[in-house]
C-alpha cells in the first residue's frame, strides 16, 4: 500500500515568505506527527494530531508555526514570516495509534534564503 | 528526563565486517518503546525495529540483529556480514509517555552515520 507522502519535496522561500508543507499520512492512521530534523540532527518533535484534534503542539518553535489536520486525514504545517533558521527538513509520520510505530515520509527540504 | 545517546558519531567499516552500534537511554517511565530507524542519503527515514520494554529477547532479522538490556539501558545493533547498502544513518529513538498515556512522541539519538566501504 501507499506509504505516507509529503509535498513539496524541496522548497526555496525568501526571507518573511509564507510556506505550507503538505503530508498525505497513510490511509487508516489515525495518529500524525511533525517533525524538525536540522542537518546532522535527529528529529525533533513539533506536534501531534489524533484524528483531527491536534492533541500537543508544545514542540512548535515559535507562533509563526502552525499546523492542522483538519478532516483527519491529510495535514499541513505552515510557517509564516519564514526566518533563515527554520531551513531544515520537515518530516511527517504517521501510525495506527498513539502507541504504534511511526512510519516517515520522504520529507520536505525547506531551505529560507 | 528522556534521552536517548548514541555515542558513536561516524563509523567506517570494510565490506564484510561485523559492526555494532550503540545505544544507552535514560526514562523514568516503566512501559516504553525503542526503536532503530535507518536514514540512507535519500533522506527516508526507514523503520527498522521496535522492541516492547517488557520484552528483553533479542532479535535477529537476517544480518541485522539487536541486544536489549534494561539492566544497562541499552539497546544495539548489530549489522553482520556489512555491505555497502547499510551506508546510511541509523537513530535510535525512545517512545515517550505522557499525557496519563495518551500521547507519545519519539526522543531520538542524534544519529551514527555508518559507511561501508568495499
Known amino acids: 500500500g501507499a506509504g505516507v507522502s509529503q509535498s513539496p519535496r524541496y522548497k526555496v522561500a525568501k526571507r518573511g515568505q509564507d510556506v505550507a508543507l503538505r503530508c498525505d499520512p497513510i490511509?487508516?492512521?489515525?495518529?500524525l506527527f511533525w517533525y524538525q530534523q536540522a542537518l546532522g540532527q535527529g528529529p525533533e518533535f513539533l506536534t501531534y494530531?489524533?484524528?483531527?484534534?491536534?492533541?500537543?503542539k508544545s514542540g512548535l518553535p515559535s507562533d509563526r508555526f502552525f499546523a492542522e489536520r483538519p478532516e483527519g486525514s491529510v495535514s499541513t504545517l505552515k510557517i509564516q514570516r519564514t526566518q533563515q533558521e527554520d531551513s531544515a527538513v520537515y518530516l511527517c509520520?504517521?501510525?495506527?495509534?498513539?502507541?504504534?510505530?511511526?512510519?516517515f515520509g520522504p520529507g520536505t527540504r525547506l531551505t529560507v534564503l | 528526563a528522556q534521552k536517548v545517546t548514541q555515542a558513536q558519531t561516524e563509523i567506517s567499516v570494510v565490506e564484510k565486517e561485523d559492526v555494532t552500534l550503540d545505544c544507552v537511554y535514560e526514562?523514568?517511565?516503566?512501559?516504553?518503546?525503542l526503536f532503530w530507524y535507518k536514514q540512507p542519503p535519500s533522506g527516508e527515514l526507514v523503520f527498522l525495529i521496535r522492541?516492547?520494554?517488557?520484552d528483553e529477547q533479542n532479535e535477529i532479522s537476517g544480518r541485522y540483529s539487536w541486544n536489549f538490556q534494561k539492566s544497562t539501558s541499552s539497546f544495539n545493533f548489530t549489522i553482520t556480514a556489512s555491505q555497502v547498502v547499510d551506508s546510511a544513518v541509523y537513530f535510535c529513538?525512545?517512545?515517550?509517555?505522557?499525557?496519563?498515556?495518551?500521547?507519545?512522541?519519539?526522543?531520538w539519538g542524534l544519529g551514527t552515520s555508518l559507511a561501508v566501504n568495499p
Open positions: 509520520a504517521s501510525s495506527l495509534d498513539n502507541a504504534d510505530t511511526q512510519y
Open positions: 490511509s487508516g492512521h489515525v495518529s
Open positions: 494530531f489524533q484524528n483531527e484534534a491536534q492533541l500537543d
Open positions: 526514562t523514568r517511565d516503566t512501559t516504553y518503546y
Open positions: 522492541r516492547n520494554s517488557f
Open positions: 529513538a525512545l517512545s515517550e509517555v505522557y499525557n496519563a498515556g495518551n500521547n507519545r512522541k519519539l526522543i
